[in-house]
C-alpha cells in the first residue's frame, strides 16, 4: 500500500519560508516523478512544482509553476524515500493546503496535470498573512 504524508506546513507571515516534506511509503519515490500541488479555498488545484523521473535528483530535473519560480525549490533524499518543497518568501496569495503527488507523467506538460499522479498525500495546510 502506497503512502504519501505531507508535513511542514503552518501559519508565517508574508516574506518568510517553510519547507514542506512528502515521505513515502510502500513505493520508491526516485523510480517515479514527483510533483506538487495546491488548493486554495474555492479553487482548483494547481501545479506548483515537479521532479521528472528521467532526471531525478539532477540539477535542472525540475520545473514550476510560473507563480512560484525563483521562489520555491523541489529537492529530495533518496535515502529517506522523501521529497521536499521549500518556499522562500512566501506570499498571501500562496496560502492553499499543499499536496504531494507521486506518478509517472511523461512530459513536463503531463507533469503539470492532477491527472497524472496515481497517489496522493492528504496536504498540508500552508497560510501566509498579510
Known amino acids: 500500500q502506497v503512502q504519501l504524508v505531507e508535513s511542514g506546513g503552518g501559519l508565517v507571515q508574508a516574506g518568510a519560508s517553510l519547507r514542506l516534506s512528502c515521505a513515502a511509503s510502500?513505493?520508491?519515490?526516485?523510480?517515479?516523478?514527483a510533483g506538487w500541488f495546491r488548493q486554495a479555498p474555492g479553487k482548483d488545484r494547481e501545479f506548483v512544482a515537479a521532479?521528472?523521473?528521467?532526471?531525478?535528483?539532477?540539477?535542472?530535473?525540475?520545473y514550476y509553476a510560473d507563480s512560484v519560480k525563483g521562489r520555491f525549490t523541489i529537492s529530495g533524499d533518496k535515502a529517506k524515500n522523501t521529497v521536499y518543497l521549500q518556499m522562500n518568501s512566501l506570499k498571501p496569495e500562496d496560502t492553499a493546503v499543499y499536496y504531494c503527488?507521486?506518478?509517472?507523467?511523461?512530459?513536463?506538460?503531463?507533469?503539470?496535470?492532477?491527472?497524472?499522479?496515481?497517489?496522493w498525500g492528504q496536504g498540508t495546510q500552508v497560510t501566509v498573512s498579510s
Open positions: 503527488a507521486s506518478g509517472l507523467p511523461l512530459t513536463p506538460a503531463q507533469g503539470q496535470s492532477v491527472s497524472s499522479y496515481e497517489y
Open positions: 510502500g513505493r520508491t519515490l526516485s523510480n517515479y516523478a
Open positions: 521532479v521528472s523521473l528521467r532526471i531525478w535528483w539532477r540539477v535542472g530535473g525540475a
